[in-house]
């Protein structure tokens, strides 16, 4: 399964962004899919999360409340919904799949598939 991350771009403080991440090679219907982002000088921290069945979803302290991950079946594709962006979002936001149940999810070494990463720069 290859992913592909997509939608990001420059954006100013309070704007709004969704984040897409499609698989190609394979469905990942069955993988739980995790957003990751990677700021300059700093080490990859997790985002967002969501199981499998899409019934359960996982977010980083810092995006609860702003960022929504949710799973389109038909369009093999999951998005991260990215509202009232800040600065401190700017980062490289990578998308990964992997057969993982539960708080697993929020750790990168649990993925075993990952996208390219998609630049998203938020300017104050």
């Known amino acids: 399964v290859q992913l592909q991350a997509s939608g990001g771009g420059l954006v100013q403080a309070g704007d709004s962004m969704r984040l897409s991440c499609a698989a190609s090679g394979g469905t990942f219907s069955m993988y739980a899919v995790g957003w990751f982002r990677q700021a300059p000088g700093k080490e990859r921290e997790f985002v967002a999360a969501?199981?499998?069945?899409?019934?359960?979803?996982w977010y980083a302290d810092s995006v609860e409340g702003r960022f929504t991950i949710s799973r389109d079946r038909a369009e093999n594709a999951v998005y991260l919904r990215m509202n009232t962006l800040q600065p401190e979002d700017t980062a490289v936001y990578y998308c990964?799949?992997?057969?993982?149940?539960?708080?697993?999810?929020?750790?990168?070494?649990?993925?075993?598939?990952w996208g390219q990463g998609t630049l998203v720069t938020v300017s104050s």
């Open positions: 969501i199981s499998w069945s899409g019934s359960s979803t």
């Open positions: 990964a799949a992997g057969q993982i149940v539960g708080q697993p999810v929020k750790v990168a070494r649990s993925y075993v598939y």
